[in-house]
């Protein structure tokens, strides 16, 4: 018997599943206690649903549990198994409470009324992983369902810190979980369930993009220095926003620099945030390098959600953790009452040296959506002109993969009439290429994190109707969009609900589609992978 078995990322071993130890890093019993925790999260959303059928409210920490259970699951997220054995005693206990309030219900999964003391969690959970599921079809689907839903969690968690929430999206999230414990549901009920997490990924990242920008302003075009000064630092890797907030309000005034690294780049975009003098520029590239520019920088380092490679010994013990993230031997600051206490990680970034230089000079984005209705204008004159022929959309995961250079090369070999959109950190294979512009337009328009790839829909039918279209896939626009994890999986599904079709997806399919179910995307939405850069220039810009 394998020791464990993961296929949720794109480094799934051999493109099957990685059975041995993960090659993200996650340990055989970590993989096993995130089975157990998706479980029991079933577990409680199945009487979360029962609650509601009944009229019954589901209080907002509740929502929240489910929420932050699903974050904690995600690839680079948690690799702390004593943090994953707490999560699932909590979620326990909290359904024990609901199965009280819901009284004597009939007929209700047995996740619902599952329980146990810790001794017996990893003997469960050898039972509830995702082999369990003995369909190969009908598990692709309760797969590819269960990654959206991870996906959109992460969104909903970012979110839910600036105060924003939305109770449909949450009751949605939780009877879909529901309905992944029911063996009566066909493959046809599972794709049409696949089709409605698209539906709801779209509302939760209109609803992440709202409270963004209602809190932080929208996103100004901005010039961000890839350089160091000469003061002790604090390099802030993820993606919350209110996580990065709250530190540069604590170390105002103290001396220390604030860097980004991988997806918080664009923190640099918002009105709100570039106004701390001390959030001085970003660090390095995408999430993979991190074991080469954490040792290089010095500095303390705070992990805000996933995208963590397990940390050398030699910086470990500048490595905070916070939120969804966890990893043996690293310091996690908790929240309270809205408010976490950065003074411990302060403490260790002033006794550190300065960062040692990887690179100097700047880069810019900014371009989401409001960003880009300024020039709208110049952008459709450019494209009646024939001066832009198309867009090509590049958004999505950076990753291990050597393969994946092929996005820089294709990028280069884009013809000069081409504008990239982009948004997440597939971005630093190519947003440091010297491009130019057309017209003063940028040929590489940056939206922001992966969190901001609903920038790009909104941009993709706002085009539509300012040229007067019915169909969205007529615009000039492509999709070659590379995947990592579960929240690009949210951002696939999202754009099939739209109607988009013939995205390419690369570097490799992902491993939990089974044959039948891609053969179903391939025909009913034209579903791709990449190839080679000048076969897939010819295909997809004609």
Known sequence: MDAMFCYQCSDALGGKGCTKSGVCGKKPEVAKLQDLLIYVTKGVSAVTTALRSLGLEVKPRVNHLVTLNLFATITNANFDAEALVGRVEQTLKT?????????????????ATWTAGREEFLSKAATVGILSTANEDVRSLRELITYGIKGIAAYMKHANRLGFSDEKIDAFTQSTLAKLLDDSLSAADLTALALETGKFGVDVMALLDAANTKTYGNPEVTKVSLGVRKNPAILVSGHDLRDLEQLLEQTAGTGVDVYTHGEMLPAHYYPKLKKFPHLVGNYGNAWQLQTKEFDAFNGAILLTTNCLVPPKENYRSRVFTTGAVGYPGCRHIDEIDGAKDFSALIAVAKNCPPPTELESGELVGGFAHEQFFALADKVVEAVKSGAIKKFVVMA??????????????????LPKDTVILTAGC????????????????????????????????????????????DDVNKLPLVFNIGWHEQKAVTVLLALLYLGVKKINLGPVLPAFLSPNVT??????????????VEDDLRRMLG
Do not use: H, M, W
Request: charged fraction near 25%.
């Open 95 to 111: 359904k024990s409470k609901l199965l009280t309030a819901l009284g004597n219900v009939k007929n209700l999964p047995e996740a």
């Open 396 to 413: 999505g995961c950076d990753g291990r993969q050597k393969s994946r250079e092929y996005y820089t090369k294709f990028a280069e070999a």
């Open 426 to 469: 597939a971005k630093y294979k190519y947003i440091k290429l010297n491009l130019g512009d057309i017209g003063g337009i940028p040929r590489i328009l940056d939206a922001g994190q992966c969190n901001d790839c609903y920038s790009l829909a909104v941009v993709a039918l706002k085009l539509k109707e300012i040229f007067g279209l």
């Open 519 to 532: 053969k179903v995307l391939i025909e009913q939405f034209g579903i791709g992978t990449i190839t080679n």
